[in-house]
């Protein structure tokens, strides 16, 4: 199938670029690698008059320590932060992600802002973001605002993005948390994945899910528990995992009953919980 007609943008500059989604608005969209909306678009299911293409904007692609965060911008590819030296150093768990989604075409040319921004339910990176306390840097023409990652998606293909802005960078804080990624995978898609990043002095634990319900969730009553007990017993860390798990609204699909992904997504929550801890006591 091919898209409708639509005009193609490719502006110079991310100025540019904004004040093309402001003229636009619905009808438009940004085009960084193109891995799911052209083909969004081939199948129908979404229709633009505009395509403003990001591939000119280099500055959209730069990654950097920023000290007190790691700022990665939107159109670097999955590739990109996987090979890249500062994000292997500060975030290797993200490097590894990136290193093995999807496959190498898609990881070439698929961007972390394009993988955001669809918010596909089982897309990886947004839970990964979420319990990381990342940072989403959003821009218009009326300049740029944060949104945590925690609360950028809100349901399928769903984000609290409007249609004039552009993901810039997303900014995340480092500390000191010890950081575990767990995810299982039928085919290319991942039906069920956790982050753990427990054991900072000071800061909140956090667990959250992704793959299963329609946009990441964190698992409270799991943070509470090791919160305040940070070696609670593996029988009680089941239990808290099974009852967060248990109010996650999860629907069958044609991969996975409900039950099953309740059940895969308790196991990845407790295996980077695992994880975790096994590397907190090296
Ligand atoms: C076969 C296959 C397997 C996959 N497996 C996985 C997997 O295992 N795990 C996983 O997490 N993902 C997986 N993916 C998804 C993949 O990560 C995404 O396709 C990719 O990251 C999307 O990035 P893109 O640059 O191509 O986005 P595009 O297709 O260019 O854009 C996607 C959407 O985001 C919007 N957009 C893009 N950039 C911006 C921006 N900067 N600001 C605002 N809006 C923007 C576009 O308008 C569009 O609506 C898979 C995809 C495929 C095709």
């Known amino acids: ?27 438009a969209a940004p085009y ?10 081939k199948m129908g ?28 911008g939107a159109l670097a590819t999955h590739a990109e932060i996987a090979a890249d030296p500062t994000v292997r150093d500060l975030l290797p768990p993200l490097a590894a992600l990136c290193g093995e989604v999807a496959n190498p075409r898609v990881r070439s040319s698929g961007t972390i802002g394009g993988n955001l921004c669809f918010a ?13 306390d990342a940072t989403l840097i959003l821009r218009s023409t009326s300049g740029e605002r944060a949104v945590p990652a925690a609360s950028f998606i809100t349901g399928a293909l769903e984000t609290v993005r409007a249609a004039d802005e552009l993901l810039v960078r997303i900014d995340i804080l480092l500390s000191e948390r010890r950081v575990r990624y767990e ?25 959250w899910v992704g793959g299963v319900a329609t946009c990441p969730a964190p698992l409270p009553l799991t943070q509470s528990l090791l919160d305040a007990e940070p070696g609670a017993a593996d029988a009680r860390l089941h239990d808290a995992v099974t009852q967060d798990i248990a109010a996650l609204d999860i629907a069958d699909d044609e991969e996975a009953s409900a039950d099953y992904r ?18 907190l006591q090296r």
């Open 1 to 27: 199938m091919y898209p409708s007609p639509f005009t193609y943008h490719r502006p110079a500059s991310v100025e540019a670029a904004v004040a093309l989604l402001a003229e636009f608005g619905d009808d």
């Open 32 to 41: 960084a690698g193109g891995t799911e909306l052209l083909l969004a678009m």
């Open 45 to 72: 299911f979404a229709q633009y008059d505009h395509l403003i293409d990001l591939k000119r904007l280099p500055t959209l692609r730069t990654i950097a320590n920023e000290g007190e965060f790691l700022s990665i």
């Open 120 to 132: 596909e339910p089982r897309a990886d990176p947004p839970a990964l973001l979420a319990g990381l």
């Open 183 to 207: 995810r299982i995978v039928f085919g290319h898609r991942t039906v069920a994945g956790a982050v753990a990043a427990l054991g900072a002095p000071g800061q909140p634990e956090r667990i």
């Open 262 to 279: 309740r059940h895969l997504a308790a196991t990845v929550a407790l295996r980077a919980i695992a994880g975790c801890r096994e590397e």
